[in-house]
């Protein structure tokens, strides 16, 4: 099963290699990898999403716990969360191609925030399944280049992960 | 406040921390750091022959006497040396400080003479490391990194200090913190009541129990409390390889090892227990052998102070995440107050069948081994250590079958007195092991265990025993060939011999150690064994190399078949379970 584990580590050179390390070390999976500061300079935030059996992301959340420059992990999936992902996608843009590409990003609620007269630049929020979604939707043969931010998520209501 | 340099802070800051031995090898970026050796005559530094050397003394001087082997180590191929050692610390759960130099920090990233990026390589073998970026920051950094080795799970903790850092023209105010508090480190060592008081109910109601007791119990100096609590139940013990001596050997209580090489007994009353009572133990894969088959009945009740080796392999029934001791003395209290006691003859009948295992195929009573043959046994020669020593060594091994022998035949009876590379299997490690617990206990038997292919690996240290007067004695099992692997190679491979014969090149090892001005003992025959033994303990003041020619054809058993339960075992070569 998919899950977004949230990790607030020491701002400390190093950590995020110790953290990205134990991944490697005892073969867990990355799919998507977020790192930055937060509100208090002295931690930043680091979000992580993998797949793994229950046994698996329990071994990694005391793992992680582990590692001394980590203040604190939580498991997003353990409760209610909000998770975005931010895409910009690079596509050619030429004629009858402009307006299919206008309408599918609107229809994804995206904007289109760069534009040559060949070329469009598309950014869209939400979920990773809906970027997966709006990727599917538009021509590949014209995408040029996609970036994806990896997700960020907070817990909804109450939980949250600060110290 | 006295001004000091970097180099300067770093020794007194040590000093501070009570350390009295550093094992060491100097180079370019430690230059200070020596230069600070020099001008001070609390701390005592040992000059080995090879860095991994230094940090295996240092490890041996830990895990003998308890208390933190420090290791300084210069940049680049110093460090990168210093890895296996580390690793097996790490590995094994021992605490150590590894000072490792580094170049200047303007230096830095430039590939740099005797460059290595000390902090990356070894990550994932510490618990923590730390980079010096400013001289003043040696004492707080010294000071965290004492309290994050041996707090917790202890482990490995590498500083790597740029030369800069330590320089003598920076001086800086020195003051020795007193306490340490790390936000991001706080290890739970009280075990939660509401588990303790399950793990108790589980203990008391158990009809075949089994304590199995693992190297947490030395490392949380909780032995007195696993004594107490199964004499008390009554209930047998087992060790694993790093448990040795925590539960006495020669107590009747005590089933012997269990595991790959454990004892017939200790196995079978695993797979048959309804309970195991897991102390500071972490199911290795050289213990469950294949894990779905891994006692079947048993309802697994696991104390260890890290919560990641809960469940890691084996699932709990009842985790107690804790300090071994702590843990312990709660339950101690516990049991003692409860109105349930142990069912005295669900007990009995258990011990009458776990006797009959014993009887069976038990190490002292039905050696695994014949000595009617003209070649000595190894296992006669550890039980004739056992016997020279009266029990008593320090004795530090090698990795293989010599290794096992030891841990079979010679019966700890106390903590720390066996030194081995449980986890990591590092040949090489047990002579500059033994050097390292002799620092710690200069008047004491320490002995080393070894084989002649693993003692080749650290045989420079040798040097080092002539230097400091260290008389360890080197008992080398010499069965001319990489016997662990010819046993494997024998019971696998059809007698395919890969890789495991010198050809005749082994060097005399007597001359050998006669060249480093040691003395040197040949033994080829059984008749003459206890005298030469005799002999080389009676020279308490000399390195004795005993080099004993030993039956190359001996395989180490019990062994455990895979894939297969804990009971499934080779118990000679034509005989199994």
Not at chain 1, 7 to 12: G, M, Q, R, W
Not at chain 2, 207 to 232: F, H, N, Q, T, W
Not at chain 2, 337 to 366: F, H
Not at chain 2, 430 to 442: E, T, V, W
Request: charged fraction near 20%; hydrophobic fraction near 40%; include cysteine.
């Amino acid at each position: 099963m998919r899950h977004i584990i949230s990790v607030l580590v020491e701002n400390e050179p190093g950590a995020l290699s110790r953290i990205v390390g134990l991944f490697a070390q005892r073969n867990y999976n990355i799919m998507s990898l977020n790192v930055a500061p937060t509100e208090d300079e002295t931690l930043s935030r680091i979000t992580i999403t993998t797949f793994g059996s229950d046994r698996v992301i329990e071994q990694i959340t005391k793992h992680l716990n582990r590692l001394i420059d980590v203040v604190k992990v939580m498991d997003l999936a353990d409760g209610a969360h909000i998770e975005r992902e931010l895409l910009l996608v690079k596509t050619r843009a030429v004629g009858a191609q402009r307006d299919e590409i206008k309408r599918v990003t609107d229809i994804f609620r995206g904007q289109i925030i760069d534009v040559t007269p060949s070329i469009f630049t598309i950014q869209l929020v939400g979920t990773s399944s809906k970027l997966d979604a709006f990727l599917e939707a538009i021509d590949p043969l014209l995408v040029m280049e996609v970036v994806r931010s990896g997700v960020s998520g907070i817990a909804r209501g109450e939980r949250h992960l600060s110290i | 406040m006295e001004l000091l340099s970097g180099g300067d802070m770093l020794m007194r800051a040590l000093q501070d921390e009570g350390v009295e031995h550093i094992f060491g090898y100097p180079g370019g970026s430690v230059l200070h750091i020596y230069d600070a050796i020099f001008r001070q005559d609390k701390i005592q530094h040992i000059l080995m022959r090879h860095e991994q050397a230094a940090t295996h003394a240092a490890d041996g001087y830990t895990r003998s006497s308890g208390k933190v082997g420090v290791v300084l180590v210069t940049s680049g191929p110093g460090a990168t040396n210093a890895i296996t050692g580390i690793a097996t610390a790490y590995t094994d759960s021992i605490p150590m400080i590894v000072l490792s130099g580094q170049v200047p920090a303007e230096r830095v990233g430039e590939d740099a003479f005797q460059e290595t990026d000390m902090i990356g390589i070894s990550r994932p073998i510490v618990k923590h490391s730390f980079i010096v970026k400013r001289g003043d920051e040696i004492p707080e950094i010294i000071k965290k990194a004492f309290h994050i080795a041996t707090t917790g799970r202890p482990g490995p903790v590498v500083i790597d200090i740029p030369k800069n850092t330590t320089a003598p023209t920076e001086r800086f105010p020195y003051s020795y913190p007193e306490t340490v508090s790390l936000r991001s480190y706080n290890p739970s060592v009280k075990g939660h009541p509401k588990q303790i008081k399950k793990a108790v109910e589980l203990l008391l109601a158990a009809k075949r129990p089994v304590i199995y007791a693992g190297g947490g119990v030395i490392l949380s100096d909780a032995c007195d409390e696993l004594v107490e609590m199964a004499e008390l139940l009554g209930y047998p013990v087992t060790n694993t390889l790093m448990g040795l001596g925590s539960h006495p050997a020669t107590n009747k209580q005590n089933l012997g090892m269990l595991g790959m090489h454990g004892t017939f007994e200790a196995n079978t009353a695993m797979h048959h227990a309804d309970l195991i009572f897991a102390v500071g133990a972490r199911f290795d894969d050289r213990v469950t052998n294949t894990v779905s088959k891994f006692c079947p009945n048993a309802t697994i009740v696991h104390v260890d102070i890290d919560p990641a080796t809960i469940s890691k392999i084996v699932e709990a029934h009842v985790p107690v995440v804790g300090d071994v001791k702590d843990v312990l003395t709660k339950m101690l209290v516990q049991v003692k107050a409860a109105e349930t006691k142990p069912d005295q003859e669900a007990l009995a009948e258990w011990w009458s069948q776990l006797n009959e295992w014993r009887e069976r195929y038990g190490l002292q009573v039905a050696p695994r081994y014949k000595t009617d043959g003209e070649k000595l046994m190894p296992q006669e020669v550890v039980s004739m250590l056992y016997k020279v020593t009266e029990g008593d060594a320090y004795v530090a091994s090698d990795v293989g079958q010599h290794q096992m022998f030891a841990a079979q035949y010679y019966l700890f009876d106390k903590p720390r007195r066996w030194l081995n590379s449980g986890g990591l299997g590092t040949m090489g490690y047990g002579f500059p092991a033994a050097i390292g617990a002799q620092f710690a206990h200069r008047d004491a038997n320490v002995v080393c265990v070894t084989g002649e292919g693993s003692i080749q690996m650290c045989i420079q240290e040798l040097s080092t025993c002539m230097q400091y007067n260290i008389p360890v004695k080197i008992i080398c099992l010499n069965n001319s060939a990489l016997g662990m692997v010819k046993q494997w190679q024998d019971m696998h491979y059809e007698g395919r011999y890969s890789g495991i014969l010198y050809e005749d090149s082994l060097p005399d090892f007597v001359k050998l150690v006669e060249a480093y001005g040691h003395v040197g003992i040949k033994v080829t025959k059984r008749e003459e064994l206890e005298e030469k033994m005799r002999e080389c303990f009676a020279l308490k003041d000399r390195l004795v190399f005993m080099d004993i020619e030993v039956d190359p054809s001996e395989h180490v058993y019990p062994m455990q078949i895979a894939p297969g339960a804990m009971r499934d075992m080779w118990v000679s070569k034509t005989e199994r379970t």
